[in-house]
């Protein structure tokens, strides 16, 4: 990451420290948070698997935008509330709104502002850390996103310092580049999953999560 993003990144993450109100704020998860994470979790899948049309789209727009007033008056929910299940719910309501990078941006600010205090899954930061590097300079440092070359060949998009690529990985509990590599291939780019992303596209930007 260059340092002008990484400058941008800890400014965020501060302004998230500091705010009393809003989409900092460090207020307790209610009691329902685990079931309401999950209830939307269950609703990012779903349409995970529709074809992506304008109705799928007013979806995803509507469920980030609830999902961002939750965050707005809950504060980003905390591993130690909701479970490492619960955490990871809420990183992928936001790893899967490429329609609002100002949002992705904004809740890795939050995110990176807990993870001193272990409140985040590392996995998940990862993942969205690059997401975000995507977007911004099109280049990644943990080599989580990519798409299918062909039938049974996943290959993640750009890399920085690609020469020490798997002990980034290791710092944030990825396993390595080589399995999941082939873990991809075989998930992601069968000739099955392939032949219907092409009768129903999905979304742009292909990636692992």
């Known amino acids: 990451m260059r340092p002008a993003s990484r400058f941008r990144l800890r400014a965020l993450a501060a302004l998230a420290?500091?705010?009393?109100?809003?989409?900092?704020?460090?207020?307790?998860?209610?009691?329902?948070?685990?079931?309401?994470?999950?209830?939307?979790?269950?609703?990012?899948?779903?349409m995970m698997g529709q074809p992506e049309g304008p109705a799928t789209q007013a979806e995803r727009r509507q469920l980030t935008d609830v999902f961002r007033q939750w965050v707005k008056a809950h504060g980003w929910p905390l591993r130690s509330e909701v479970g490492a299940a619960g955490a990871q719910s809420a990183w992928l309501l936001v790893q899967h709104a490429d329609h609002d990078p100002a949002w992705q941006q904004e809740a890795l600010a939050l995110m990176e502002a807990l993870l001193p205090r272990g409140e985040v899954n590392l996995s998940d930061l990862a993942y969205l850390r690059d997401r975000v590097a995507m977007a911004t300079k099109g280049r990644q440092s943990y080599g989580t996103q990519g798409g299918c070359q062909g039938p049974g060949q996943w290959e993640p998009f750009a890399i920085d310092e690609p020469e020490s690529l798997d002990r980034r990985r290791e710092a944030m509990e990825l396993q390595s580049m080589s399995r999941y590599r082939a873990q991809a291939s075989r998930v992601l780019c069968s000739a099955e999953r392939l032949a219907a992303k092409a009768?129903?596209?999905?979304?742009?930007?292909?990636?692992?999560?």
């Open 17 to 46: 420290l500091a705010l009393g109100t809003g989409l900092g704020a460090a207020q307790a998860a209610p009691a329902n948070a685990q079931a309401q994470l999950q209830a939307w979790r269950d609703q990012d899948q779903a």
């Open 199 to 209: 009768a129903a596209p999905a979304p742009a930007g292909s990636a692992a999560r």
